[in-house]
C-alpha cells in the first residue's frame, strides 16, 4: 500500500488522541476487569487488549466503519446503509454506559469534522439522532479521502491509544510497560485490519459476553476514573 504525506498526516490526524472527542474518558469494561482481578500485570493487560483489538475491534467496530467509509464515497444514494450500521450499531451494545460512549464519542467527532469541513459540501448528520462512533469515524475517514486501508489503521490505532493509557492508570503500569503493549499490539493491526477489510455483513459480530457483564458491573462500582 502506498500512502502519501498528505494522506499520512490526514489519517494520524482523525486517529490523534487530541481530538476533543473524549476517547480518554473510557476504559470500556477495562476498570472493573481490573476490580475483579482479571487483569492484575502487564502479561494480562496484554491479553485483554490484544484480545479486544483482535475480537472486537477486528470481528466488529472495524468492518462497520470500512462499511461506512465505502458507503460515504459513494454519496447520498447509499446512506441508507450509513443509517442501517448506525441503527445495527447502536442496538449491538450491550449497556448503558457502552451505547453512551460510542453516541458521545460520535457526536463530538461528527462535530469537529463539520466545523473542519472535512465532509466537504455532504451533510456530516445525514444520519437521523445518536450517531455510533465507528460510522462518524468512517464518514470522516472518507471526507478526508482516506483508502479503506489507511482509514482501518487509524482506527485501530487510535483505539490501542486509548485502551493502553486506561491500562496504565488502572493496573497500574509503568510508561515503558504501556509502550511494550502498544508495540505488540501495534504489529497486529495489519492482519486486524485486512480481515475487517474482507468482512462481510452476515460475518460481523459484536459478541462478547463478559464485555458486556463488565460494563454493566462498572455502573455500580464504587470507585471509578473512567466512564465505562
Request: charged share 20%; glycine share 6%; with cysteine.
Amino acid at each position: 500500500m502506498n500512502i502519501t504525506p498528505d494522506e499520512l498526516c490526514r489519517a494520524l490526524h482523525l486517529a490523534s488522541p487530541a481530538l476533543p472527542i473524549g476517547s480518554f474518558s473510557y476504559s470500556q469494561g477495562l476498570e472493573t476487569a481490573v476490580e475483579c482481578g482479571l487483569v492484575r500485570n502487564e502479561a494480562e493487560a496484554d491479553k485483554w487488549i490484544a484480545d479486544g483489538l483482535t475480537n472486537i475491534i477486528g470481528r466488529c467496530d472495524g468492518p462497520v466503519t470500512a462499511f461506512v467509509h465505502r458507503a460515504w464515497r459513494v454519496g447520498p444514494s447509499a446512506f441508507a446503509e450509513v443509517r442501517y450500521w448506525n441503527s445495527w450499531f447502536l442496538a449491538s451494545r450491550e449497556s448503558i454506559e457502552l451505547r453512551r460512549e460510542t453516541e458521545q464519542m460520535g457526536w463530538s467527532l461528527l462535530r469537529l469534522a463539520a466545523e473542519l469541513h472535512w465532509m466537504g459540501a455532504q451533510n456530516p448528520v445525514s444520519v437521523p439522532g445518536a450517531v455510533a462512533f465507528p460510522i462518524a469515524f468512517g464518514a470522516a475517514a472518507a471526507g478526508l479521502d482516506l483508502s479503506e486501508t489507511t482509514t482501518l489503521n487509524a482506527f485501530c490505532f487510535s483505539w490501542l491509544e486509548a485502551q493502553v493509557p486506561a491500562a496504565m492508570k488502572l493496573v497500574p503500569l509503568g510508561q515503558i510497560a504501556g509502550h511494550r503493549i502498544l508495540t505488540r499490539c501495534r504489529a497486529m493491526v495489519p492482519a486486524v485490519t485486512n480481515r475487517a477489510l474482507k468482512a462481510t455483513p452476515e460475518q460481523v459480530s459484536s459478541f462478547a459476553p463478559m464485555l458486556g457483564i463488565l460494563s454493566a458491573r462498572h455502573e455500580h462500582q464504587y470507585t471509578r476514573l473512567f466512564r465505562s
